[in-house]
Nanobody, 125 residues
Framework: QMQLKEAGGGLVQAGGSLRLSCAAS????????MGWFRQAPGKEREFVAA????????YYADSVKDRFIISRARTENTTYLLMNNLKPEDTAVYYC??????????????????WGQGTQVTVSS
């Protein structure tokens, strides 16, 4: 089993930045793929970004590409999501996600084994 704990959400003005973190505990490994999803009110949960273990290949949704950066600190079993140039449409609950096995690209398709509890991000206009 693995537990995921997000932190770093909050209220920010449009154009600002926030960095989310996701700490993994339990049965973790630097090779497990990890990612982020978000869910806005009245909408379905959607993929945001994913990162592989090992060589840290990254994947992004088109809506956040060039604004968000996913990274990981292996020694801390922590994954980060740096969100720049935030827009009101980025307002959502952000969830950390992980798979037990590669590939990280499967996270983009929603094939996730573990979820965090979510952290709220609100972007004011």
């Amino acid at each position: 089993q693995m537990q995921l704990k997000e932190a770093g959400g909050g209220l920010v003005q449009a154009g600002g930045s926030l960095r989310l973190s996701c700490a993994a505990s339990g049965h973790t490994s630097e090779y497990i793929p990890m990612g982020w999803f978000r869910q806005a009110p009245g909408k379905e949960r959607e993929f945001v970004a994913a990162i592989s273990g090992g060589n840290s290949v990254t994947y992004y949704a088109d809506s956040v590409k060039d604004r968000f950066i996913i990274s990981r600190a292996r020694t801390e079993n922590t994954t980060y999501l740096l969100m720049n140039n935030l827009k009101p449409e980025d307002t959502a609950v952000y969830y950390c996600a992980a798979r037990q096995q590669p590939p990280a690209s499967a996270i983009r398709a929603g094939r996730v084994d573990y979820w965090g509890q979510g952290t709220q991000v609100t972007v004011s206009s």
